[in-house]
């Protein structure tokens, strides 16, 4: 009987070591498995954070890109009233000029007339 129970209890023992070394296995593996997945999320997590820096500093760029073409059509728009308002002021001198000269033939056309009429 005492060799039944030695028996029985080796393999008990055989039984708890083995699930023992199973669990342990167990662990290992996913402890390993624990650190791969660290791993991949630091490394995702550092290709995100590029990702966004890289993103922010292109919106920057875009801004002061846009800035700089606000600031350039102000300043068209700007050169464009200047050129409207010179050309206004040239088209209303020519034509005080083009009305002097209408009048001015008119009077030596009336003048010339009244010198015929005279003769």
């Known amino acids: 009987m005492v060799e039944g129970?030695?028996?029985?209890?080796q393999n008990l023992s055989n039984e708890v070591?083995?699930?023992s070394k199973m669990n342990k296995e167990s662990v290992e593996k996913l402890e390993?498995?624990?650190k791969e997945l660290k791993a991949e999320l630091v490394s995702?997590?550092?290709?995100?954070?590029?990702k966004l820096r890289s993103a922010e500093s292109d919106?920057?760029?875009i801004a002061a890109?846009?800035?700089?073409m606000r600031d350039q059509m102000t300043e068209l728009k700007k050169d464009k009233e200047e050129?409207?308002?010179e050309f206004r002021n040239r088209l209303e001198t020519e034509k005080q000029e083009a009305h002097r000269l209408v009048e001015e033939y008119k009077s030596k056309s009336h003048?010339?007339?009244e010198e015929s009429k005279e003769m």
């Open 44 to 50: 995702t997590k550092e290709s995100m954070e590029q």
């Open 17 to 19: 070591e083995l699930t």
């Open 5 to 9: 129970c030695d028996f029985f209890i």
């Open 83 to 85: 050129i409207e308002k």
């Open 32 to 34: 390993k498995y624990q």
């Open 59 to 61: 919106k920057a760029h």
């Open 65 to 68: 890109r846009e800035q700089t």
């Open 111 to 113: 003048s010339v007339e």
